[in-house]
């Protein structure tokens, strides 16, 4: 029997991804295709994030249907899944079982159930110990959490993945350990609000918060880098802060998603945290950690975004200068709060659209001011790829703040932790030449 998987959206989803595979390999004898046409089951892993994902859905739904073998079955999965339910096989009743984010465990049992529908919310898989991916890779994902407890005006996801509980941290510190077995150097612990961990459970637990798991999960033998997503500004306490600056295996790049620096919007976003309040935590993450690089998101043109907001968010971009700038024009998601205010305070798309030029062309420009400042830095770098070309051989890799290098040399391979000096940045790509003696 033959599987064939297609993700879409962020890492969760992937590691969700991960663990369908797992569990239908080895308990129901599985085998990866990268066909669908061969495949006996085709499981489409959903997002529902930002609309495109969720058109997207039933255009791939169709596609698959004509190509599939006769008796070969359509799972739908993940957050578009959980908050569609029974409605996906209305529109597209070729689609066997619904299976949603919060019910992922369930996998084996939905494939025998035909038009079956699993999306219960209150379900909790957070004790539940899915099998094992195989990997043969260096770099793997972890959950530590499942949920949200959030209630930001725009996002969907409390409503697809549900209330937030941590997993056991004897479960995530015994999964870190195989991982480290099967060599895996660098992990990413996963959670909607990663730095929120430990504040609810399903059954009795000692008390712990990140920063003892992060210190924890350090002393794993094997494990040589760690990194998250995404940690929530409102809860970058001081303790989090020194735990993530002190710590030599927590790499130092960080993902702070701001969605707006105007007070106003930031209240109407109900993110629970001011832009006095986001520049502090970075002024102090700055202040303990030189080099830190800091990836963010931003919204624009949030109900009732006027220029003066706008201007708010472009004075934090030039106080932070983010490395990297994940950015988007606000659209309406069912189930949200800001979509019942229907078109009430509504941005003009061409308003909105300008703005979010404006925005990336002056985050290019500061790319392109800090380019300059990289040539000469020595960064200790594990190279994730090799590859041959015929005329020679290179590589690339990341560093601990999450820069990826470029490498023309002969002699490194996969796993490798090397010192590299950065010699040119082309267009934003940097390389480097291992330093050597």
């Not at 080099?291 to 220029?307: A, K, Y």
């Not at 490395?323 to 019942?340: G, K, N, W």
């Not at 300008?354 to 990289?374: D, N, P, V």
Request: aromatic share 8%; with cysteine.
């Amino acid at each position: 029997m033959k599987l064939f998987i297609e993700t879409l959206g962020c890492a969760m989803n992937e590691r969700d991804s991960e663990h369908l595979i797992a569990e239908l390999e080895q308990k129901e004898g599985y085998v990866l295709t990268d066909r669908a046409d061969e495949a006996d089951l085709i499981l489409i892993n959903t997002c529902s994030v930002r609309e495109k994902p969720e058109r997207k859905l039933f255009s791939e739904i169709g596609q698959y249907a004509q190509i599939k073998k006769p008796n070969a079955k359509i799972g739908i999965c993940g957050c578009t899944a959980s908050h569609m339910g029974a409605d996906i096989i209305k529109k597209a009743p070729s689609v066997n079982f619904v299976l949603g984010a919060r019910n992922i465990s369930k996998i084996t049992q939905v494939i025998h159930k035909d038009k079956a529908v699993e999306v219960d919310l209150d379900y909790d898989d957070s004790l539940y110990a899915f099998e094992s991916v195989r990997s043969s890779g260096i770099k793997a994902l972890l959950n530590i959490s499942i949920g949200c407890d959030k209630s930001c005006a725009y996002c969907i996801v409390p409503h697809t993945r549900g209330k937030e509980i941590s997993i056991p941290s004897d479960l995530i510190l015994n999964e870190a350990r195989k991982l480290a077995q099967n060599g895996i150097k660098e992990i990413l612990l996963l959670g909607q609000n990663v730095n929120n961990y430990g504040v609810r459970f399903s059954s009795e637990h000692k008390k712990i918060n990140f920063a003892t798991l992060l210190s924890e999960l350090s002393r794993v033998e094997g494990i040589e880098r760690i990194r998250f997503t995404s940690p929530h500004p409102l809860h970058m306490d001081d303790e989090f802060i020194e735990e993530f600056a002190r710590n030599k295996k927590v790499c130092k790049s960080i993902h702070m998603p701001l969605q707006s620096g105007s007070n106003k919007i930031l209240k109407s976003m109900r993110r629970g945290y001011t832009k006095e309040w986001f520049l502090n935590r970075v002024e102090k993450m700055k202040s303990l950690i030189p080099n830190l690089c800091i990836s963010t998101d931003i919204i624009v043109g949030f109900p009732s975004e006027e220029e003066s907001d706008f201007a708010d968010t472009l004075e934090v971009l030039e106080k932070v200068r983010f490395d990297t700038l994940y950015s988007f024009i606000y659209s309406r998601r069912p189930h949200t709060l800001a979509d019942l205010w229907g078109d009430k305070w509504s941005v003009p798309k061409d308003i909105a659209s300008s703005r979010l030029r404006t925005l990336q062309a002056r985050h290019r420009e500061i790319l392109q001011e800090k380019a300059s400042q990289e040539i000469g830095r020595v960064y200790e770098v594990l190279i994730e790829n090799t590859f041959d070309d015929g005329a020679m051989r290179f590589s690339e890799g990341r560093s601990d703040n999450n820069k990826l290098i470029h490498i023309n040399d002969e002699c490194l391979k996969i796993g490798d932790f090397v010192d590299v000096e950065i010699v040119k940045n082309e267009g934003g790509s940097l390389f480097g030449r291992v330093k050597r003696g």
